[in-house]
């Protein structure tokens, strides 16, 4: 399999099926395109050429097959490893997990648009009106399931591709200094970003992220 992603430090929708994809195990190759136009005004180019119809990444290539969307591939993974339990086997934890990923890939357009992931990035902001709306429900969101799956994750015991949805708004929440008991945590959903950012997949990623950054970063101190 080879998974096409955008920059680690960036790419929040290339980060969701690049954890799933460790998650499994299985072997994979890694290409990575180079996005924010203004620098790398290919990346359109690069990204069709590379085998997506819809001229963004991740794209996931696995034989003859091209996958071309975050959750599409995931929820193909979660069927050909059914071992690696990416969803649970009960439907009903499997049905609010999908919700929950659902929303994550159709919503809070407030946060994703105000507070783009960037890895590297600590500060502290007062969020907008619109964001904290956001917020407050992905609290809201994250408290009801933790509640009645028990945790640690949002569906139990196993970590699954709703947790992996939700691994980039954990970033975002650390790099914008965003306090979460302001938005109406009593501690889980604080708790719960601690434990998505300590996984080993995410660990992993984030290294390859500040990795890249850093060459990044001496390449443009040569110039
Ligand atoms: N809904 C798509 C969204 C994919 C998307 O927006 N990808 C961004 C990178 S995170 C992209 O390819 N941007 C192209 C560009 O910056 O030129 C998915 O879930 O895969």
């Given amino acids: ?4 992603i955008g920059d ?24 990575l395109i180079h996005l924010r136009r ?9 990204i069709v050429a590379a085998g997506s119809p819809a001229g ?3 794209v996931l290539k696995d034989g003859g097959v091209t996958i071309w969307d975050s959750l599409a591939i995931c929820e193909y993974l979660a069927e050909k490893f059914p071992t690696a339990k990416l969803w649970p086997t009960d439907p009903v934890a499997r049905a609010l997990g999908r919700s929950a990923a659902a929303e994550m890939h159709s919503g809070f357009s407030a946060l994703r648009g105000e507070y783009a992931m960037d890895l590297a990035l600590r500060t502290r902001v007062n969020v907008s009106a619109a964001t904290a709306k956001d ?3 992905i609290v809201a969101l994250w408290s009801e399931l933790l509640t009645r799956f028990g945790g640690p994750f949002l569906l139990g015991a ?3 591709i709703a947790d992996a949805f939700y691994t980039p708004v954990a970033t975002r929440l650390r790099s914008y200094g965003v306090a979460l008991a302001d ?3 009593t501690g889980a959903a604080r708790d719960y970003v601690a434990r998505l950012l300590q996984t080993q997949e ?8 500040l990795e890249a950054r850093s060459k990044t970063s001496s390449a443009d101190d040569a110039d």
């Fill in 56 to 58: 963004l990444v991740p």
């Fill in 135 to 137: 917020v407050r429900r």
């Fill in 202 to 209: 995410f660990l992993e990623w984030e290294r390859g992220a």
């Fill in 183 to 185: 938005h109406g945590d």
């Fill in 38 to 46: 203004d620098s790398h005004p290919t990346t359109h180019d690069a």
């Fill in 1 to 4: 399999m080879e998974l096409i």
């Fill in 158 to 160: 196993d970590w699954s």
């Fill in 8 to 31: 680690k430090v960036w790419s929040t929708w290339s980060m969701r099926p690049w954890l799933a994809l460790k998650h499994v195990g299985a072997p994979f190759t890694e290409t």
